[in-house]
């Protein structure tokens, strides 16, 4: 079963820093691009980041630019989220998704992983 | 870069279609591919349309997407309404630079 679960999200204080991961299974990690999607509470989903197959290409919405990183570990099957510098309106259920081939659309989603910034 | 505008919400009785709409503020809607999203409250998306028209395994073909370039905008047209299709609905596409961009939901009711 092709499966995305994500963890690490939490309660955090404005400034401070948390790092999310997303274990991938059921397909070949390496060979797809990968994304992180969040949502604010009551709001619509936002595109964070994207990450290409090798990690050599990343994309940064400009709101998180220069705060966030992605990264990718493909012999863990693993995508990450490093957020530094958080503040409150990054409060969000943070989402890792997987990137259709060919269609730059999100074909496979993971359950969430909930971020709260406390000011 | 551009936006992806919705309705706030569209509603209609079960068995009716409904379409809901996606217009781009730039650039043409054509030369990109645009994905359309279901969430229901508490669950994660799911895609019912990707690749302007195409849709995955599984999504009944009650679903249809198309785009119209004379409005630049691009459609969602679920026909024979069922209840459970009640939900929030995401148009997605991106730019040249794969910065992904999504419209800001639409609320169906289906009452």
């Known amino acids: 079963e092709v499966q995305l679960v994500e963890s690490g999200g939490g309660l955090v204080q404005s400034g401070g820093s948390l790092r999310l991961s997303c274990v991938a299974s059921?397909?070949?990690?390496?060979?797809?691009?990968m994304s992180w999607v969040r949502q604010a509470p009551g709001k619509g989903l936002e595109w964070v980041a994207n990450?290409?197959?090798?990690?050599?290409?990343?994309y940064y919405v400009d709101s998180v630019k220069g705060r966030f990183t992605i990264s990718r570990d493909n012999a863990k099957n693993s995508l990450y989220l490093q957020m530094n510098s958080l503040r409150a309106e990054d409060t969000a259920v943070y989402y890792c998704?997987?990137?259709?081939?060919?269609?730059?659309?999100?074909?496979?989603w993971g359950q969430g992983t909930t971020v709260t910034v406390s000011s | 870069n551009f936006m992806l505008t919705q309705p706030h919400s569209v509603s209609e009785s079960p068995g009716k279609t409904v379409t809901i709409s996606c217009t781009r503020s730039?650039?043409?809607?054509?030369?990109?591919?645009v994905q359309w999203y279901q969430q229901r409250p508490g669950s994660s998306p799911t895609t019912v349309i990707y690749?302007?028209?195409?849709?995955p395994s599984g999504v009944p073909d009650r679903f249809s997407g198309s785009i119209d370039s004379s409005s630049n905008s691009a459609s969602l047209t679920i026909s024979g309404l069922k209840t459970e299709d009640e939900a929030d609905y995401y148009c997605?596409?991106?730019?040249?630079?794969?910065?992904?961009?999504f419209g800001g939901g639409t609320k169906l009711t289906v009452l």
């Open positions: 730039s650039g043409s809607i054509a030369s990109n591919y």
């Open positions: 997605q596409s991106y730019d040249s630079s794969t910065h992904v961009v």
């Open positions: 998704a997987r990137t259709r081939t060919g269609y730059y659309g999100m074909d496979v």
């Open positions: 690749g302007d028209n195409q849709r």
């Open positions: 059921g397909f070949t990690f390496s060979s797809y691009w």
């Open positions: 990450i290409k197959q090798d990690g050599s290409e990343k």
